[in-house]
């Protein structure tokens, strides 16, 4: 049976709207439509309740990167949302925070991270939680995200994202330690799978360890297509295989990039158009259950001509949703529901890290 819950039916449409986050029991402004579903959660239904509902639907976005940004202020009406690296902003000086709270005063924003290290033996550093709660409540985000592994040991920093290995202990660990992030933020957590080059031997595939970490918190599933097509080359799986076994309901938004064709294997490195295997797997996705919101990525070798760009933004919103895009129409608000895990007495959302 599906987990997708309706809600009404027909999407709540407006590009300006306010619903209640039921993380947090508040009301927040968004772009783009709210969702005509709720984003269900198997976890949630035993306990009556989940994160994931009522989230915006935010449409077609694109990562924010310092080299797009006059091209990307000169095309405001274009994009539906942007998202941002994390540590460019965490604790970067007063005026580049300044300049951020200008861009979320113009756009929808919501951050995304690289170098939580959510699958690191330590627990994550309570200085970084922090900082990442002020940051999401500054930019008023209904969800923050961050890569499935681990970037750091105790002793070394590795810079690049590395699989965790694939046992169900592992997968409950890494749940516990993401739901204790989730509710010192105080909004969703996106747990992104990540591309990786060496596929150690373990009990688990990828997409069971995923769902197993799902089966466990109640986070969302920010699923990056372009590193699904990456792997399934490079290890030789079936991408609809994966699909198949992970919770699709509690997928929120896709990752959409290019990547380089290596002699001996594909390389995720967002430095090319989105390719047509990536966009197919896009509207498998979409076929199979509703998602919220797109982004479009790129690092590196960025396009002359910006259009090349909002071109994937367009071929994306119209994979979300074929009819008419979103206008500026007024919509109702959606009644609160009560969060998952109450805040203790005395905390206040999107502020506090937990003592680890």
């Not at 998202?83 to 902003?89: A, G, N």
């Not at 300049?99 to 309570?126: H, K, M, N, T, Y």
């Not at 609809?240 to 064709?261: I, K, S, Y």
């Not at 203790?344 to 999107?350: S, V």
């Amino acid at each position: 049976m599906s987990s997708i819950l309706p809600i009404e039916d027909r999407p709540i449409k407006g590009r300006d709207v306010e619903v209640v986050l039921p993380s947090v029991g508040r009301r927040v402004r968004c772009g783009g439509e709210t969702s005509g579903h709720v984003v269900g959660c198997r976890r949630a239904e035993r306990s009556g309740d989940c994160v994931l509902a009522e989230l915006p639907r935010w449409g077609s976005g694109l990562g924010y990167r310092p080299e797009l940004a006059d091209a990307i202020d000169a095309h405001a009406d274009r994009v539906d949302w942007l998202e941002v690296i994390t540590e460019h902003y965490l604790f970067a000086p007063a005026d580049e925070r300044e300049r951020l709270r200008g861009l979320a005063r113009r756009f929808p924003v919501a951050p995304f991270g690289r170098q939580l290290s959510i699958g690191s033996e330590p627990e994550p550093d309570p200085a970084y939680v922090t900082a990442l709660a002020e940051l999401v409540s500054d930019l008023d985000a209904p969800w923050f995200g961050d890569r499935l592994c681990f970037t750091r040991t105790e002793q070394v920093a590795l810079g690049l994202p590395a699989p965790l290995p694939r046992t169900r202990e592992v997968a409950r660990r890494v749940a516990a330690r993401a739901q204790r992030v989730q509710d010192a933020v105080g909004r969703p957590f996106l747990l992104e799978n990540i591309a990786y080059y060496v596929d150690l031997a373990s009990p688990l595939t990828e997409a069971q360890f995923i769902a197993e970490v799902l089966e466990h918190c109640d986070c969302g599933l920010l699923l990056d297509l372009a590193g699904l097509d990456v792997n399934a080359r490079n290890h030789g799986f079936d991408p609809l295989g994966f699909l198949d076994a992970v919770p699709l309901d509690r997928v929120v938004l896709a990752h959409l990039a290019g990547g380089a064709d290596g002699a001996e294997m594909a390389v995720d490195d967002h430095g090319a158009p989105v390719p047509p295997r990536v966009w197919e797997l896009l509207a498998e996705l979409v076929s199979r259950t509703p998602i919220l919101a797109t982004a479009v990525e790129r690092d590196r070798g960025f396009p002359a001509d910006f259009g090349e760009l909002l071109a994937e933004v367009d071929r994306a919103r119209a994979a979300l949703n074929p009819e008419v895009r979103p206008g500026p129409v007024p919509a109702p608000s959606v009644s609160p529901r009560p969060r998952s895990r109450p805040l203790p007495a005395g905390r206040t959302p999107a502020r506090n890290a937990p003592s680890w």
